[in-house]
């Protein structure tokens, strides 16, 4: 990639977005040779014009160059996330998440690291944080994981939401979080069987049909893996940073920076890392077991270059609090995993400046 050719790049804006075409993830290749630069982009859109439009766009910001005289374009459009891009690129700029101040993604390479539990005590936890005005902060979460949607589980919600005029989505709300969640809108017994496509385009308009109001921070639980369903919620979503979690062994950091090279890939700042299940403690003796081994969160901070936000350790009551519906943060408000999390919540609203 040549660092000229990717800034000039930079100044191109997806059609109907506030964000550039290199942000969104679509440059693969870009050279600088003999004054002819050559570009490869990739589309996930099916929508007809596209292509053109950016084809032109492209040529014309890169001949306007003192450094070029003459470009070739390359374009794949890609079948997979079909429908994904075309609504975008069709809609103005989604006014969703107009009235939110920050939208953090909680992600994981591999799953069952407790990406869920993190979101959900994460989100009560700061939603008992005073911000600037003295007010607690209004605090959102959703689930984006449509094959396994969890998060009403770990909550205690099951309510239906209302659907207000114009299709948009009334989140629901528990313990002061506003929550919403495809976990919601489908029946228990319903398998979520749906493929790629379809999975984006349902995820998509439910991110964008969800009317949050005024939030200080949206937390957005993403589905487990890299594939290409999280790559496109990473470009669709207009995230400010995400926190990767990842367990102790050294041997999950690997999995980890993969997680975090997608959000790269979009130019999404990665915020942290956080360690859960990092150790078993004696109430005892106050000892700690190293059940997992040890160094895995700090490790993967260092390799990411980014800051190591806190452990949380394994705890029976996180389990419990998530199989009862109520967060350990809620139920337990002086216990040593809730302090874990508030710690956490505390450097997470830093990072963010939203308190
Ligand atoms: N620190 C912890 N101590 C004890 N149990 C935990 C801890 N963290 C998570 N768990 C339990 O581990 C299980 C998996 O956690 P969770 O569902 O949050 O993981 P996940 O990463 O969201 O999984 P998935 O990849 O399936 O979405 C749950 O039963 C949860 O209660
Ligand atoms: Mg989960």
Redesign the pocket.
């Known amino acids: 990639m040549d660092e000229q050719i990717i800034s000039l790049l930079k100044q191109i804006k997806y059609p109907g977005f506030s964000r550039d075409i290199v942000s969104f993830g679509l440059v693969s290749k870009a050279t600088l040779e003999n004054r002819m630069a050559s570009v490869k982009l990739e589309l996930s859109s099916s929508e007809p014009t596209l292509p053109q439009s950016i084809r032109n766009s492209v040529e014309q910001c890169l001949l306007a160059s003192d450094l070029i005289d003459e470009v070739e374009v390359g374009i794949v459009v890609k079948k997979t996330t079909d429908g994904a891009g075309s609504q975008a690129a069709q809609d103005e700029s989604p006014k969703a998440f107009d009235g939110i101040k920050k939208i953090v993604a909680v992600a994981?390479g591999?799953?069952?690291?407790?990406?869920?539990?993190?979101a959900v005590n994460l989100a009560c936890a700061l939603s008992n944080h005073e911000a600037e005005t003295g007010e607690t902060l209004k605090v959102g979460l959703m689930d984006c994981?449509v094959y396994?949607p969890?998060v009403p589980l770990?909550i205690g919600a099951s309510e239906k939401p209302q659907i207000l005029r114009e299709n948009f989505l009334a989140p629901v709300e528990s313990y002061g979080v506003k929550l919403m969640s495809m976990g919601l809108l489908v029946d228990e017994e319903t398998p979520v069987v749906w493929r790629g496509p379809m999975v984006m385009k349902t995820i998509q308009q439910f991110a964008e049909n969800v009317e949050w109001g005024d939030l200080d921070v949206l937390l957005i639980?993403l589905?487990?893996g890299t594939g290409d369903a999280q790559l496109s919620l990473a470009q669709i979503l207009p995230l400010d940073g995400a926190i990767i979690?990842t367990t102790p062994q050294k041997a999950a950091m690997d999995v980890a920076r993969r997680g975090a090279r997608m959000f790269e890939k979009v130019n999404v700042p990665i915020l942290g890392v956080v360690e859960?299940?990092s150790y078993l403690l004696n109430p005892d003796t106050q000892e700690k077991s190293f059940l997992f081994g040890q160094g895995g969160g700090p490790l993967t901070a260092q390799a990411l270059k980014t800051g190591f936000l806190g452990e949380?350790?394994?705890?029976?009551e996180?389990?419990l609090?998530?199989?009862h519906g109520i967060p350990v943060v809620v139920s337990n408000p002086e216990g040593n995993?809730t302090k874990a999390f508030d710690s956490i919540a505390n450097s997470l609203a830093d990072l963010v400046r939203i308190s």
């Open positions: 994981s591999k799953g069952g690291v407790g990406k869920s539990t993190l994981d396994g969890s770990l639980d589905p487990p979690i859960n299940m949380v350790p394994i705890d029976e996180i389990r609090g998530g199989d995993s």
